[in-house]
């Protein structure tokens, strides 16, 4: 049987990586429900419209088609036909995405949207609200965890072997500041799902990850 896979957890924690080798390993899709959210910011700082907008930012996305594309790279993200796979990962964009994510409005479209994606089962879908709000019905519910100390270091590594510039001290701030305002907000806020499983992945390596989640997935 095809079952739906909800990953939750604050910024960093490795949710996607994670994510992607389950949906390969079972053959199922996988939806990055952050990427939709990056992909509106990025859409609505391109268009100059204020992100404290509700109305306009619903507007804006009411026009605005998201695909999420697997390639052999990873995933593609495609808003209204151009590729913005690497637009939607700028500084600009991470550092103003809980702004976008924090209304109502546009959160009520993202979910139907991201519903619409697993209505046929068969899909890991990772985020901060999937198991409480998006999958509340989700056979498997997984909440990682990890230090903000490791997530900003392995971003950090991330960053160094890509070549980017990288400053640990801020990523640090970066990903403290964006989990604050994720669970704070009024709307859907970051949070595990009461029947949600907690990996703390602080010492444990992706594979050790992904081997947890495909044991709980076969139970
Ligand atoms: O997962 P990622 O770090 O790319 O998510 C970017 C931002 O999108 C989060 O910091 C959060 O503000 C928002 N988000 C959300 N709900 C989701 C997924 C992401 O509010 N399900």
């Known amino acids: ?42 859409q609505a700082q391109k268009n100059q419209v204020d992100l404290q907008n509700e109305e306009e930012l619903l507007h804006l996305l009411n026009e605005t088609v998201i695909d999420l594309k697997p390639s052999e790279s990873g995933q593609v993200v495609i808003l209204n036909g151009q590729n913005v796979t690497s637009e939607i990962r700028s500084a600009e964009v991470t550092n103003s995405v809980s702004l976008v994510a924090k209304h109502r409005a546009v959160r009520e479209e993202m979910v139907a949207r991201q519903q619409g994606l697993a209505k046929d089962g068969g ?22 965890l990890a230090s903000v100390d490791e997530r900003a270091q392995r971003r950090h590594d991330e960053n160094i072997k890509k070549g980017f510039e990288s400053n640990l001290e801020r990523l640090k701030e970066e990903i403290a500041r964006r989990d604050k305002l994720d669970s704070e907000r009024e709307v859907a806020p970051l949070k595990k ?16 990850v992904v081997e947890k989640i495909l044991s709980i997935t076969k139970e």
């Open 193 to 208: 799902a009461e029947d949600a499983i907690e990996i703390d992945t602080t010492s444990l390596s992706i594979e050790g």
């Open 123 to 144: 899909v890991v879908m990772d985020g901060r609200d999937i198991g409480t709000h998006v999958l509340p019905h989700a056979e498997v519910k997984i909440f990682l």
């Open 1 to 42: 049987k095809q079952i739906s896979i909800a990953i939750d957890g604050p910024a960093a924690a490795g949710k996607s990586t994670v994510a992607k080798i389950i949906a390969e390993t079972l053959s199922y899709i996988y939806v990055d429900t952050g990427a939709m959210y990056r992909a509106l910011t990025y």
